[in-house]
């Protein structure tokens, strides 16, 4: 049979089918890999990427909004507001959304010019809304640098970008006057048909704290931040019962990023904050900072003071001053003009080393650390974040544990040479007074501050009692009072006390350790109170945002140190101090006040150049001294010596103690008993006697207390000076014109400082002008003269005829 020529051969037909497996086979790994890859690619966008990818799918198609919780307020004891919330907006730009909106304005501006074209007509393009354009009006509303701006909207992959955080209402509305195009970048109206909304500029509810008292209680109160966190202080403190939950707004948009109607919207309520009601008198306050700030000015202490003033029977703290202080509502600007010198002064010597400095970055990082540094300095709470050495106000803990341990009683007796040698000490420790006291009872040792006689007191009670004494009256730990930043005391260990008695005798005066000023005030409380300690605090409710009382506190004592009868002596030799001891220049009319003196070496503080060395000088007392309410300690860090005043607690602190005491105790309720007299001199108002016969009058007069003077010859008072009505003290003598006109000229002020009482007295009545006395008017039988060493109008100053000056006495006293 012959073969078929068309039919291939076997090897053909092999080499064939060797093909086409291969080919399948090709075929086949290609589709296996090809679906895998696609199996691949399928589970990582539904399986790996499905949270990612459905998050950005919900952030473009949603635009969601925090709604902020409103700050709770925080009120004073009386309800006074002190801080609060008030409505802000954020102000947002969409980088995203802007570019797209020039591109659409573009867009539009080509159609409009060439529909024109094609009818021969002109187009005028409107100016056109771009970045430069909404940058400039921004800048000028915000005050946020344009160029800044500028480059954030050339961030065209960036959504969301906040540009202004709690802007005030007028602010947030000139902001929305400009994004519905009524007013141009420079602020000028636009005609309504040229207006054009801008695109991608949107403000955000939100709030702002406001401080309504400024500066008042800085300190304490703290601020919240930039980003509405609190920063220091009670804001800091409570942060978390003052900020509430925020709540959340999610609308739906369409793929223009238009946002859809209303019922697309979500909301989740934001929950308000609680608000605190501190035990804080924002009157008392105001009286202690006032004096306060005065006392460092006039005497310009290098390092600042502090102020308290606590319920003696609570441990509630009624004020609370630390200085430097600042403006709570600009906490970013140096305050205090003495800090702002010292800033300026630091900041030329890093300007006059510039070229020493590795690079421009250092050198800016130096100055921005000496800013920093000055701002934060003033944000410091003194009373519980720093220490010192108290000096003589600790008296009265080393005069408590020696009576109640029996080792002295009221009947004691003490001789004072002017020093005392101490074993282990070869150098004799000296009195204020170099001469001495001589013999002197309990009381009379305590008034003259002698510290002798309190080295004996605690030499007797013995070291390892008198270390129990320490920590029985709180003194080796923090207070746990509510506020953040507290610091403890600096004492040698037990083991190390205990071996040397030295230091039991520079403890006794009050030298060698350190406290801070919470502390000391709570153990003297202790010692006037009746002996109990308690835990002092601020915050004395916590309410919901309907004013239910969430929460009170307890004012249960810590524990009982010492006994009553051992805090009614503690009372009494203290009453003395300022009756007639170094602490006189603190008395108050119609009040009776104890207290103690205070004047501290820093040790380590003398050199060559200062050779006396630095020292703190302090004053704390209370009232009244027979049933105490309130004590009050100030503390001045290193006064200046060249101020004529001798440096110590009882010639610059008494002084203005007694002043600040004889504002705040009315104010609190303590209600003055004066004596005959004082009641002579009390203020009284003018009776009103214009009109009446010269007899009549001199009776009306006279019958209210008053003394007179009369000028001229008639028998009817035409004219009175001061005039009826006026409050001034009951023992002025009220000048009656008696048919000639009253002269219109003012007086000026003399100046009385360092007069006597009678000598003030004289130059102000030559000067037609009346003399408020206050502070002391007697040395109560210790050596010294009384002088004026304030006055309440400055020396030149001119003031209407009859007008009260007020005058502060005091003696001149040590420690």
């Not at 589709?31 to 499905?50: E, M």
């Not at 319920?311 to 703290?317: E, F, H, L």
């Not at 915050?539 to 969430?550: F, M």
Request: hydrophobic share 35%.
């Amino acid at each position: 049979m012959a073969s078929n020529p068309r039919r291939k051969s076997d090897a053909a037909r092999r080499a064939n089918q060797v093909i086409r497996s291969r080919t399948v086979l090709v075929m086949l790994l290609l589709g296996i890999v090809t679906f895998a890859v696609l199996f691949w690619k399928l589970y990582d966008i539904q399986i790996r990427q499905h949270s990612v990818l459905q998050e950005k799918a919900i952030e473009q198609q949603t635009r969601s909004a925090v709604v902020n919780a409103s700050r709770g307020t925080v009120y004073d004891r009386n309800l006074n507001t002190l801080a609060i919330s008030a409505t802000a907006e954020d102000v947002n730009i969409s980088p995203m959304r802007i570019a797209e909106f020039v591109e659409s304005q573009k867009e539009k501006q080509e159609k409009a010019a060439k529909k024109a074209a094609d009818k021969g007509e002109t187009y005028t393009a409107p100016i056109l809304r771009d970045q430069a354009y909404i940058a400039k009006g921004l800048s000028r509303i915000l005050g946020v640098e344009q160029e800044t701006l500028e480059t954030r909207m050339t961030k065209t992959n960036y959504d969301y970008w906040n540009i202004k955080k709690r802007a005030d209402q007028t602010v947030s509305d000139e902001v929305r006057r400009f994004i519905n195009g009524e007013i141009d970048p420079d602020g000028n109206e636009v005609p309504e048909s040229d207006r054009v909304k801008l695109q991608g500029v949107w403000l955000q509810p939100s709030s702002k704290r406001y401080y309504l008292y400024g500066s008042l209680a800085s300190g304490v109160l703290g601020f919240v931040n930039s980003d509405g966190v609190g920063s220091v202080g009670l804001e800091a403190k409570y942060d978390d019962t003052l900020t509430g939950t925020a709540g959340y707004t999610f609308s739906a948009r369409n793929a223009a990023g238009t946002e859809l109607m209303y019922n697309y919207e979500q909301i989740f309520d934001a929950e308000n904050g609680h608000s605190l009601v501190l035990t804080l008198d924002a009157n008392v306050q105001m009286s202690l900072e006032n004096g306060l700030e005065s006392m460092l000015k006039k005497y310009g202490a290098k390092n600042g003071g502090t102020g308290i003033v606590m319920d003696v029977n609570s441990g509630a703290i009624v004020a609370m001053a630390s200085y430097p202080n600042y403006d709570l509502n600009d906490y970013g600007t140096i305050f205090d003009d003495a800090l702002k010198t010292k800033l300026d002064t630091e900041l030329a010597k890093i300007d006059a080393k510039r070229s020493t400095y590795e690079s421009e970055e250092a050198y800016a990082e130096a100055r921005s650390a000496a800013i920093n540094s000055a701002v934060q300095s003033q944000w410091r709470n003194k009373c519980i974040d720093s220490t010192y050495e108290p000096g003589s106000t600790y008296k009265p803990i080393t005069l408590a544990a020696a009576l109640e341990e029996g080792k002295v009683t009221k009947n004691s007796t003490f001789y004072c040479s002017g020093s005392t040698h101490v074993q282990g000490w070869n150098k004799a420790i000296y009195c204020s007074n170099h001469s001495g006291h001589g013999q002197q009872t309990l009381i009379e040792a305590v008034g003259h501050s002698c510290n002798p006689a309190f080295i004996s007191m605690g030499l007797s009670v013995g070291t390892e009692t008198y270390y129990k004494y320490l920590k029985s009256f709180g003194l080796m730990d923090k207070t746990g009072i509510d506020m953040i930043g507290e610091v403890k005391g600096i004492f040698q260990d037990e083991k190390s006390f205990n071996s040397q008695v030295v230091s039991l005798a520079s403890y006794s005066f009050g030298q060698t350790f350190n406290v801070t000023p919470i502390e000391l005030i709570r153990a003297q409380a202790a010692c006037v109170n009746g002996g109990y300690l308690y835990q002092p605090y601020i915050v004395e409710q916590v309410l919901d945002e309907d004013g239910n009382v969430l929460s009170q506190h307890d004012s249960t004592p810590v524990r009982q140190v010492i006994s009553e009868e051992t805090s009614a002596i503690v009372r009494e030799a203290l009453e003395y101090v300022v009756s007639s001891g170094s602490g006189k220049n603190g008395r108050v009319a119609g009040y009776r006040i104890g207290g103690k003196t205070g004047t501290a070496d820093k040790t380590g503080t003398k050199t060559n150049d200062n050779p006396k060395g630095d020292v703190v000088v302090s004053f704390m007392c209370f009232a009244p001294a027979d049933d105490p309410k309130y004590i009050m300690l100030l503390t001045m860090d290193t006064p200046r010596r060249d101020t004529g005043t001798a440096v110590y607690g009882g010639t610059m602190v008494a002084p203005v103690a007694g002043q600040i005491m004889g504002e705040i105790l009315p104010a609190l309720g303590i209600e003055p008993n004066y004596s005959a007299s004082e009641l002579a001199s009390a203020d009284a108002a003018v009776p009103y006697v214009v009109g009446k016969s010269a007899a009549d009058a001199k009776a009306a007069l006279k019958a209210a207390g008053f003394a007179c003077t009369t000028v001229g010859s008639g028998d009817t008072v035409t004219d009175q000076t001061p005039a009826g009505g006026a409050i001034v003290p009951n023992n002025a003598s009220i000048v009656l014109y008696l048919g000639v006109e009253k002269p219109n000229a003012p007086s000026t002020v003399p100046n009385v400082v360092g007069k006597t009482p009678a000598e003030a007295n004289k130059a102000l009545t030559n000067a037609g002008l009346i003399m408020k006395v206050t502070g002391a008017t007697s040395t109560g039988g210790s050596t010294g003269s009384v002088t004026a060493i304030s006055q309440s109008a400055e020396a030149g100053t001119e003031l209407a005829a009859g007008s009260v000056v007020t005058v502060r006495f005091g003696a001149k006293t040590t420690d």
